[in-house]
């Protein structure tokens, strides 16, 4: 089993950012990657970036590319989400989200159904 506790949502205005963190727990081997989904009301929910717990694999949506840095400590076994130059489309539930599988390609994880282990989510509200 593996828990997920997200942290560190807030409002911020557009142009600002915030950071996001998610601290894991229980089998190492159960969460292989760790990933950041959001959905806005009445959408559905949408990848937002992935990283290996190994390696230096890392993915971003394209949505969020060069305003976004996912990144980890094994350490603490925690993850963040560094959120720049936000804008109020990134108004969301951010969720983080473990997955078990092996894939080479990480592009395969932007894909929520691969993700066992998912955060009670984290409000991330961008205002005007």
């Known amino acids: 089993q593996v828990q997920l506790v997200e942290s560190g949502g807030g409002l911020v205005q557009a142009g600002g950012s915030l950071s996001v963190s998610c601290a894991a727990s229980g089998r190492t081997s159960s969460r292989r990657a760790m990933g950041w989904f959001r959905q806005a009301p009445g959408k559905e929910r949408e990848f937002v970036a992935v990283i290996k717990w190994s390696g230096s694999s890392i993915y971003y949506a394209d949505s969020v590319k060069g305003r976004f840095t996912i990144s980890r400590d094994n350490a603490k076994n925690e993850v963040y989400l560094q959120m720049n130059s936000l804008k109020l489309e990134d108004t969301a539930v951010y969720y983080c989200?473990?997955?078990?599988?092996?894939?080479?390609?990480?592009?395969?994880?932007?894909?929520?159904?691969?993700?066992?282990?998912w955060g009670q989510g984290t409000q991330v509200t961008v205002s005007s």
């Open positions: 989200a473990a997955s078990s599988a092996s894939y080479n390609g990480i592009s395969n994880y932007a894909k929520d159904d691969v993700y066992a282990y």
